[in-house]
């Protein structure tokens, strides 16, 4: 008798973590009560508005009026977190100093300091008998209760994004890499423009996306500095509030539907941008 074929079942390959049913279920759960079910809610509240009353009021000159300063003021705020974030992140990288370790946790303080105390410092501190509004007001310029003071409150809220985004590609990034475009004979201006900022550039688009996204929604920072004027430097969140304090759920929603569909365009242009961003840096190393 011939002896019987051995049949080998390969063998499942070892997961470093078990038990994914369950943690996909729980991670599912809290996103769809966290992300999934508010954003229910709101589509549930535009439904009660026709295309016409959803566009009068969306397109409320007062509403529109705010629509531009926030974007322009997340717009300018955004840019100089660019500037400023990419210098920090490079400072806490690539030098040793005394007070870093200090310098670098104060990079998250504006995650950890509620957004209604850091405007009220703001604005207390920029008025015009403020510490620093009375330097400034010699040169004829106001922050406190002006379209500069709303940039400032998301700049200082939103700088994080920038900061946190850059500084771990700035880690990966061997020194070598620098110090090599430096023996080439590249000066500091080139080697930088040339061979770092290449690696750094989705990291900081992407950081200063965060930012401007981070600020179009900020309520808490700016309110308290903005003086909320009407067709000046009233932003977009309080006009949302004021619906809401009027009891009208659609159009706050409606309202809030521009910043969510502005938001999210944005994040998925980004992506987008750096997917074919990394391929095309990837295939022309290679």
């Not at 079942?9 to 759960?29: H, Y």
């Not at 004979?185 to 989705?202: C, E, K, N, S, T």
């Not at 808490?220 to 977009?236: K, L, S, W």
């Not at 706050?252 to 095309?280: D, E, H, K, P, Y």
Request: charge should be negative; hydrophobic fraction near 55%.
């Amino acid at each position: 008798m011939s002896a019987p074929a051995l049949s080998f079942t390969p063998a499942r390959p070892m997961q470093v973590l078990p038990g994914f049913g369950l943690s996909l279920g729980i991670s599912l759960t809290f996103i769809s009560l966290v992300l999934l079910l508010p954003l229910t809610g709101l589509v549930g509240q535009l439904s009660e508005l026709s295309l016409a009353e959803y566009w009068q009021v969306i397109s409320e000159p007062r509403v529109v009026a705010s629509y531009l300063t926030t974007m322009g003021a997340a717009a300018a705020a955004a840019l100089v977190n660019a500037a400023f974030g990419l210098l920090l992140a490079w400072v806490l990288v690539r030098y040793e100093f005394p007070g870093k370790r200090l310098l670098d946790a104060l990079m998250d303080l504006p995650f950890a300091l509620p957004t209604a105390v850091a405007g009220i410092t703001l604005a207390t501190l920029y008025s015009s008998n403020g510490w620093m509004g009375k330097l400034l007001a010699p040169l004829g310029i106001e922050v406190s209760y002006t379209w500069l003071g709303i940039a400032l409150a998301m700049a200082f809220t939103s700088i994080p994004f920038v900061v946190r985004t850059v500084q771990p590609i700035l880690e990966d990034l061997p020194i070598e890499v620098d110090e090599a475009a430096m023996t080439l004979g590249a000066r500091d201006g080139v080697a930088f423009r040339r061979v770092i900022l290449p690696h750094l550039w989705p990291a900081l688009v992407t950081g200063t996306g965060l930012a401007f996204v981070r600020s179009l929604g900020e309520f808490g920072a700016v309110i308290f500095i903005a003086g909320n004027m009407p067709f000046e430097t009233e932003i977009t969140s309080l006009m949302i509030f004021v619906k809401l304090q009027e009891y009208d759920y659609a159009g706050a929603s409606a309202i809030a539907s521009v910043v969510l569909a502005t938001s999210l365009m944005l994040l998925l242009v980004i992506n987008l941008w750096q997917g074919r961003f990394i391929r095309r840096l990837h295939g022309g190393n290679g």
